[in-house]
């Protein structure tokens, strides 16, 4: 598969990575909004994060500027097949499975890195301008995911290039980078606690955590994982949006006490 990629040409490429970036956004998307707001509540299982409505519109502007992220990470992918046409990276063709396996622990690894740098980044002075655009969305839905800024898009979408010129990897370990990301994504921006009985520092509890993000805006910049935020010390307390979520409920309580008048 591996040498089937190379032997692509540029434009190949680019179709292939906008069907594929698109694709897969749309079917982990919708299939984490069914599993959200239909299979799951039904069930009995797990319990949404934030009880207050979506902001006006707000689906139709994340699916806009999710379509530009898909155009930039699709045609991007011009750039690791650069790489391997310039010589500069190498895929392995020849990688056994416990290979790919401790390959793709690595890459979950580097991506949980790369993002709290650039999460962090993009929450500076110069370039937090570039991060609102996101943050419109302090109510996450699954489709949040890729709703960046064109610049944004960029710095996050750039995760496999450093470990390219460093590793030979296998063409697998490479794909499933966007897949993990993505569904990791979709966990944290479904707006869902899937595992309410897990602690708040548990691997299960990252939608939680991105939940507080949103709702507060700084803090917990980490991806899927922790070990970045507790490092640097910016890690949310669970209870961190608790005064805007009880504010909205004291609103509800008063306009409910007001309708029954």
């Given amino acids: 598969m591996g040498q089937a990629f190379e032997a692509l040409s540029a434009w190949q490429v680019m179709l292939a990575g906008l069907l594929f970036f698109g694709g897969i956004y749309l079917v982990f998307g919708a299939a984490t909004w069914l599993l959200t707001r239909h299979i799951l509540p039904a069930l009995g299982l797990g319990r949404p994060l934030d009880p207050r409505p979506l902001a006006p519109g707000q689906l139709r502007r994340e699916l806009a500027q999710s379509g530009l992220s898909i155009l930039l990470f699709g045609t991007g992918m011009i750039f690791p097949w650069g790489l391997l046409q310039l010589g500069w990276a190498r895929l392995d063709p020849d990688a056994s499975w416990q290979q790919i396996v401790l390959e793709i622990l690595a890459l979950v690894a580097w991506n949980d890195v790369h993002f709290w740098i650039n999460h962090r980044l993009l929450h500076t002075r110069l370039l937090r301008r570039f991060h609102l655009p996101h943050h419109r969305s302090v109510v996450t839905t699954p489709f949040s995911t890729y709703s960046f800024h064109p610049i944004e898009a960029l710095m996050l979408g750039n995760v ?21 990301s993505l569904f990791f994504n979709c966990i944290g921006h479904a707006n869902y606690d899937f595992f309410p009985k897990v602690s708040y520092a548990h691997w299960f509890a990252a939608s939680r955590r991105h939940h ?4 507060c805006y700084n803090g917990n910049y980490g991806f899927q994982f922790t070990f970045m935020d507790r490092l640097f010390r910016t890690r949310l307390g669970a209870d961190a949006a608790e005064r805007q979520l009880q504010a909205h409920r004291q609103r509800e309580s008063g306009a409910g006490l007001r309708g029954s008048a």
């Fill in 160 to 180: 496999i290039l450093l470990p390219m010129v460093v590793h030979d990897f296998s063409f697998w370990s490479l794909l499933s980078v966007p897949l993990f």
């Fill in 212 to 215: 507080l993000h949103h709702a």
